[in-house]
Structure formats: structure tokens, C-alpha cells
């Protein structure tokens, strides 16, 4: 019997499903179960009271990332440099507590491996094509960047999943999200998604699984995959993917936690299947032309609130939805700004390049490219790259570009989330904007009262150099 | 989790929409190891205003809370769903919520009701004066003015809220059904069952 053509969604969900309730819940298999500090405290010391183990702890990994200052951790003598932050020290020491006394792999804060969560999982292999990944936090959508049905979680299901190693889920929509053409020159990955956002409103798909689809994508790095993918929750999804192909499997082989031998090619014949078939049937479709999308940068408080750089800051009133309209006039007083507003003519203070969006290689690189030569801005106070793992700095620094970013005047930090949200001490100060290559720009969220334009790391490079936010194609 | 069977009280009229959850409870009070306390912190950046719903007098330890559209957006911390207990919040109205809020509400026994935007309007101007009921069993939101609108809510949830169900221990009691998942998937892929164990 010729079956019926899937999703690539459905054809995880599928495999995972280990029960299918009457009334439509699914007992789900969780592959990956990935850590971090602040979501999950609560969960192990759940497991604790009720006398509960890990159930799989090969299948988890941990590593400290929120809280993380990005100073230096080691100082001259060696020693491990204390947190000054007392309830930041208490939290990561939770996780330091927790991790071995569950069995789990622990990358600390002194690791070469350490790095944000979702740039560490692909990064090291063990986010892997077909999996099913959940995390404490809802940038875990990053890792559908390598073909995988990955979601953020609340501490309760991280309780369950630590547990159980499942979850009871209802089946969510496909959306498909196909973009059509190419993107021009200067336009990246964080562009496009942010005009996909801007395109569909940050509700424009709950309920749903997103899979990217079309040319762009097929010929996109993993790691623009990931960025891609990364913001999918900004856009309501859970979930975004992209199939994996000949990139993915190029990008995966010899990762540490990545099938070796024979094994491989196991994995990668199974790997060669997952893709939707001919004649599938997404519940909602949404195209979008490449060529319509411009270096994108933020102007309100809801990332759905994008405009192309050339553009200007959009009238309150000119929105027919009357939510929308009062929504936006509090995000033009909150951000300081006013209807007619060139983007292209507001000054910025700070710059930040990082985040589990735009800290990998191919970001920083791409940063460096329009750094390389040039200083910042006298009216930047604060710039800082952070790259999203140690092994990331690595490489980084093996092909000189912290002299690049040190010699324009911005600081080479150690890896964390950093200032893309007030948890540690990189924040943004009261009143003060930020070019962001971070994903949100939710009011408060890089400190009290700072405000960020969210934008792609050559974007932020350009902002750094001259003072304002910029059309990075001017200085190319 | 204790059951939960009807909320009936006065209801906070906030009705702003896309609420996201560093509005619920910003970062800064993420770093606690508990759950209890967060309060406090709950909508921190609204009440800064003194002029703002949440303190006025007659809204203190309101068990209802009415927003708009798209509720709960943005980040998965459960620590938003503990913030509102903590408030005392028990039910939360709105058009639609974000999926990953609604489910931490869920674990923690808050009703998400979700409700069309007329039906919510005709709320947020009955809160300003008067309780509000929310009766889970019939499916029921009801006023003191005879209003009365009906809800949806997903059957297991329903049966998990008014039986106050761990949901921890229901899939534990699973374990055949898991384990015989585990062991195809160690027998049929490996690789994949691996995943930190791998041989260098």
C-alpha cells in the first residue's frame, strides 16, 4: 500500500509517537534534552522530592549560558574568578550541583565546550537530523537548523522529559513558509528572517511547526540555517525546520556526539528520507519573495515590528487593527522615536553581536568583514562580540578576528547570552539603544528601559562604525 | 497540583494584547531556585506607573486576569505562570495565548480560557465593577448580568486540572510502552540512542 505523502513534521512526529490517545494526545519520545541553568532548578529539585532519577541521562546534556558574566573566568593565578552576583552564583552553582549528581554531561563554565545551549548542541553533534530536541527555553526552534523537530519547554516538561524522557503533546499544524528567489547582495539570513516575522506577526504561527522551504534555504549555510530557525518562536511556531541535506551531513560528520563508521552511514541513509514528499499537504502556506527583502532592522518592541533600513519609522495610525494601533504608539514613547523617522538617521550607543541567533563563525565573521580597518563611532560607548561557545572563540581568534574587533574598539568577551537578556551583567543602560543581533526586543529586555533594534551581525558591524543604525551595503 | 473546578472573583481588566512573558516577569527575577516569591516581580515595568490596574485596591489578589491577543509570548519561563500564581491569579482570559505559555499555565493549574474578542470586551467592562465566573466543568465564563460564553479547553487537560492529576507519575505508569519504544530504537538506530555515550 503506497502511503500517504508527509511533512517532513509529520514524518518526526511519526517515528516519535509512542502512544496516540482517543482524544488526540500524543505520547512523544524525547531524543535530546538539552540544560541550562535558569529553567531548570526547579525541575531537578522535583525529581529529588519525589524520589525520581534521570531516565536518560546519555540522551542530556547540560551547560551554564544565561547568568554567565563574560568577563574573564580564570584570573592570573589560575583560580576560578567568583560571580559577584550572589542569586546568579546560587542558580549556576545549582546546575554544578545537579548535572553529575544526576549522571548528566556537564560542560562548565571553564570548559572549552561551554557556549550557549543552542549553539553547543549542533555544534558538538548532539543535535542531530530527525531527533526530537527540547530545552527550557524557546530559542530551542535554532536546532530545526539541522533538520530537527525542536521546541522550547517549561520547567514542568523539563521535570517530565528528565524523567519520563517523553512528553504529551497534541499534534501541531504544518506551515510552510517558502520563499521564492534569491536574496541580493548583503542580505542575510537574520534579514530575511526578520522580514518573515514582520511578514507574519508574532502569532502568525501559533499552533503550528514551521518548515522553511525554497532555493534560499537549500543553498544557505547550517549556521544561517540556525539563525533562521532560531527565531521561529518569535513568530508563534514552537518548531521551525529545515530538511537536511548534503550540508547538514557535511556539517555534522566527525562532531564529537555525531554517529561515527559504519554508523554514520546508517544514519545518513535514514537522514536521506526526511524531507516532505511530493503532494504533501501543509495546513498553511505563506510566500514570500526573496527579492523583496532588505537589510531589515526593528523600529517597536514586538519583533514583528520590522522595516527595511531605507525606511522609515511607521505611523501608529496607519495600522488597522486598533490593538495594533495603541501597541505601536506605546512602543514609539517607549523606544523614543516618532512617526517619519529615517531608521536609516537613528543614532545608536551600544552595539551587541552575539546571542544564540548571530554568535557562530559564520556571524562573527561576517561582522568582522565590515570591521576590518575601521573604528567605531565616538558616539558608541559599548560594543562587544561574544561568541556563542569557547570553541567558537577559538576559532575565531585562530583566524584573527578578535584583533579585528579589538582594533576597531569593541571587546572580545567569553561566551554566554549575554545582553540579549538583563540576566547577567552585560546590559544595556537606561534610555540608551542598542543594535542588536539578538531576538528580542521586548521592553525591558537588555535592561530597564534600554532600547534595542534587533539587526544581523554585519548590520551591527555597519552601526558600530558610523554612530547610526546603517545600510550595510554602503560600506562594501 | 490541587484541583481545580470553578475561579470566581474579580478580574484584573488589563486587556493590552501581544503580552509578552519579559512583560509577565523580567529576567532579572529569573534567577531564583524556587518557585515561590515571584510576585513581585510580576509585571514589574506596568506597575512602575502608580496609576497602574494591577494596584489599584479593589483588583488586590484578584483570582482573574483579562488580556489580549497572543498572551504569553516569547520566552518558554514557567517562572511567568509562577509569577501570577504567586499574584494569586488562577484563570487567565484572553482571545488567544502563546502555546508555550498556556501549557506551564496548565502544569501550574491556571485556566487559560480563550474567549473571541467581543466576549472579552463585554468582560474587561464588567470587571472594571464586578466578579466574574469561570466554571470549568460546564465550560462556562458567567457575569452577574446574565452574560454567559462558552469555551473550548483540550478534554486532557480538563480531566488533569478538575482531577488535579501529576502528570509526572500518569506517564511513569507508562513504563512498558516507553520502555518497548526504547528498546526498537536501540535495536533499530543505535547512533541515536547513544547520544553522550558515544565512543570517541
Same mark, same amino acid.
Given at each position: ?337 516618532? +512617526? ?88 544595556? +543602560? ?47 | ?54 494596584? =489599584? ?59 473571541? =474578542?467581543?466576549?472579552?470586551?463585554? @468582560? ?14 460546564? =465550560? ?29 507519575? @500518569? ?5 512498558? =510502552? ?23
Amino acid at each position: 500500500m503506497a502511503s500517504k505523502p508527509r511533512t517532513l513534521f509529520e514524518k518526526i512526529w511519526d517515528e516519535h509517537v509512542i502512544e496516540r490517545r482517543d482524544d488526540g494526545t500524543c505520547l512523544i519520545f524525547i531524543d535530546r534534552h538539552l540544560v541550562h541553568e535558569v529553567t531548570s532548578p526547579q525541575a531537578f529539585e522535583a525529581l529529588r522530592l519525589n524520589g525520581r532519577t534521570v531516565r536518560h541521562p546519555e540522551l542530556t546534556l547540560a551547560v551554564p549560558d544565561h547568568n554567565l558574566p563574560t568577563t574573564a573566568r580564570i584570573d592570573a593565578q589560575g583560580n576560578r574568578v567568583p560571580i559577584a552576583d550572589i542569586e546568579s552564583r546560587d542558580q549556576l552553582a545549582a546546575l554544578e550541583r545537579n548535572a553529575p549528581a544526576f549522571g548528566v554531561r556537564y560542560f562548565g563554565a571553564t570548559a572549552r565546550e561551554q557556549g550557549i545551549v543552542h549553539v553547543v548542541g549542533p555544534e558538538q553533534g548532539f543535535s542531530l537530523p530527525g531527533t526530537t530536541i527540547v530545552c527550557g527555553d524557546s530559542h530551542t526552534a535554532a536546532h530545526g537548523g539541522v533538520g530537527a523537530l525542536a521546541f522550547g519547554i517549561g520547567t514542568s516538561e523539563v521535570e517530565h522529559v528528565l524523567a519520563t524522557q517523553t512528553l504529551l503533546l497534541r499534534e501541531w499544524k504544518s506551515m510552510e513558509v517558502r520563499v521564492e528567489g534569491e536574496l541580493g547582495p548583503g542580505v542575510s539570513s537574520k534579514d530575511l528572517i526578520l522580514h518573515i516575522i514582520g511578514a507574519i506577526g508574532t502569532a502568525g504561527a501559533t499552533g503550528h511547526a514551521i518548515e522553511y522551504r525554497g532555493k534560499v534555504f537549500e543553498d544557505m549555510s547550517v549556521e544561517s540555517r540556525l539563525t533562521v530557525c532560531n527565531m521561529s518562536i518569535e513568530g508563534g511556531a514552537r518548531a521551525g525546520m529545515i530538511a537536511p541535506d548534503e550540508t547538514t551531513f557535511a556539517y555534522l560528520k566527525g562532531r564529537p556526539f555525531a554517529p561515527k563508521g559504519a554508523e554514520w552511514d546508517q544514519a545518513v541513509a535514514y537522514w536521506r528520507t526526511l524531507h516532505t514528499d511530493p503532494g504533501a499537504r501543509f495546513d498553511k502556506t505563506v510566500t514570500i519573495q526573496a527579492a523583496d527583502v532588505e537589510p531589515t532592522v526593528t523600529w517597536g518592541t514586538s519583533p514583528e515590528d520590522t522595516v527595511a533600513i531605507g525606511g522609515v519609522v511607521p505611523d501608529p495610525a496607519s495600522f488597522a487593527d486598533p490593538s495594533k494601533q495603541k501597541a505601536a504608539q506605546a512602543s514609539l514613547d517607549y523606544m523614543g522615536l516618532a +512617526p517619519g523617522q529615517r531608521m536609516d538617521a537613528v543614532e545608536v550607543q551600544n552595539v551587541f553581536i552575539g546571542s544564540c541567533t548571530n554568535s557562530r563563525i559564520e556571524d562573527l565573521r561576517a561582522a568582522a568583514d565590515v570591521l576590518r580597518g575601521r573604528h567605531k563611532a565616538p558616539g558608541v560607548k559599548w560594543a562587544i562580540v561574544v561568541p556563542g561557545s569557547g570553541l567558537v572563540k577559538e576559532q575565531a581568534e585562530a583566524e584573527g578576528l578578535d584583533k579585528v574587533f579589538t582594533e576597531a574598539g569593541l571587546e572580545w568577551r567569553e561566551p554566554g547570552c549575554s545582553a540579549c537578556l538583563g540576566m547577567n551583567p552585560d546590559k544595556v +543602560p537606561p534610555g540608551e539603544r542598542c543594535a542588536s543581533t539578538s531576538n528580542r526586543n521586548f521592553v525591558g529586555r537588555q535592561g530597564p528601559g534600554a532600547r534595542t533594534h534587533l539587526v544581523s551581525p554585519a548590520m551591527a558591524a555597519a552601526a558600530a562604525v558610523t554612530g547610526r543604525l546603517t545600510d550595510v551595503r554602503e560600506l562594501v | 497540583m490541587e484541583p481545580v473546578r470553578e475561579v470566581e472573583g474579580r478580574a484584573i481588566p488589563f486587556g493590552l494584547k501581544n503580552v509578552d512573558t519579559d512583560v509577565i516577569i523580567p529576567a532579572r527575577w529569573l534567577k531564583t531556585v524556587t518557585r515561590e516569591g515571584l510576585g513581585r516581580g510580576a509585571f514589574e515595568t506596568v506597575r512602575e506607573d502608580p496609576a497602574n490596574v494591577f494596584d =489599584q485596591p479593589e483588583f488586590a489578589g484578584a483570582p482573574i486576569l483579562i488580556a489580549g491577543d497572543n498572551f504569553g509570548c516569547g520566552s518558554s519561563r514557567e517562572h511567568a505562570a509562577w509569577a501570577l500564581l504567586d499574584l494569586g491569579v488562577r484563570a487567565v482570559i484572553a482571545p488567544s495565548f502563546s502555546d508555550i505559555f498556556s501549557g506551564n499555565a496548565f502544569k501550574n493549574g491556571i485556566l487559560t480560557v480563550a474567549l473571541p =474578542q467581543a466576549a472579552v470586551d463585554r @468582560l474587561l467592562e464588567v470587571a472594571t465593577t464586578d466578579p466574574i465566573t469561570i466554571d470549568l466543568e460546564h =465550560q462556562t465564563v458567567t457575569t452577574p448580568f446574565q452574560d454567559r460564553f462558552t469555551f473550548e479547553i483540550d478534554p486532557f487537560r480538563k480531566h488533569c486540572l478538575l482531577g488535579g492529576l501529576d502528570e509526572v507519575a @500518569l506517564t511513569l505508569a507508562r513504563d512498558s =510502552q516507553i520502555a518497548a519504544y526504547e528498546a526498537r530504537l536501540a535495536a533499530d538506530r543505535p547512533w541515536l540512542a547513544r547520544g553522550t555515550a558515544v565512543p570517541a
